[in-house]
């Protein structure tokens, strides 16, 4: 069997984890922010309701 290498786990995670999860808060009517790994949680715009 072949070791496979981080990124390719990172990959399996966020394509058999996370993006699924997302998904289903969409249907769930959710405003989803997908962030990307480069981004800072002060990239992005604050709401308070």
Do not use: C, Y
């Amino acid at each position: 069997m072949n070791k496979l290498s981080q990124q390719q786990i990172k990959l399996d995670e966020r394509n058999h984890v996370e993006l699924p999860l997302l998904d289903q808060f969409k249907g769930m009517g959710w405003e989803v922010l997908d962030l990307q790994a480069q981004q800072t949680p002060g990239e992005i715009p604050q709401q308070l309701d």
